[in-house]
């Protein structure tokens, strides 16, 4: 597994922006495909974005399309979530989180299923 740390997350106003920052510790993240998943109190934990290790491709859920930007930079280790145009309903704990090894299917890279280490999770609060 691997050890991950969030960091980042804040009180924000609508509009507003913010930069979620996962740090890896004790493996390289860069043959790991990536994701970044959100819990509203009382719901379900929820695809948010991912990136695949092999070619950078990208994956966002349809709610933040257009507005998050998921990122990776293998010599810092650290994968990022930038989010624009922050509207209450982002409002969560955001969690980063490394996948399974082997390819992942679609359905498995935007599940909680696909994936095997998880960080601790950063809230992100966004105002009216």
């Known amino acids: 597994q691997v050890l991950l740390v969030e960091s980042g997350g804040g009180l924000v106003q609508a509009g507003g922006s913010l930069r979620l920052s996962c740090a890896a510790a004790?493996?390289?993240?860069?043959?790991?495909?990536m994701g970044w998943f959100r819990q509203a109190p009382g719901k379900e934990r929820d695809f948010v974005a991912a990136?695949?290790?092999?070619?950078?491709?990208?994956y966002y859920a349809d709610s933040v399309k257009g507005r998050f930007t998921i990122s990776r930079d293998n010599a810092k280790n650290t994968v990022y979530l930038q989010m624009n145009s922050l509207k209450p309903e982002d409002t969560a704990v955001y969690y980063c989180?490394?996948?399974?090894?082997?390819?992942?299917?679609?359905?498995?890279?935007?599940?909680?299923?696909?994936?095997?280490?998880w960080g601790q999770g950063t809230q992100v609060t966004v105002s009216s």
């Open positions: 989180a490394a996948g399974i090894r082997g390819p992942l299917s679609n359905i498995q890279r935007m599940s909680v299923t696909g994936y095997a280490s």
């Open positions: 004790g493996r390289s993240l860069s043959t790991y495909n």
């Open positions: 990136v695949s290790w092999s070619d950078d491709r990208t």
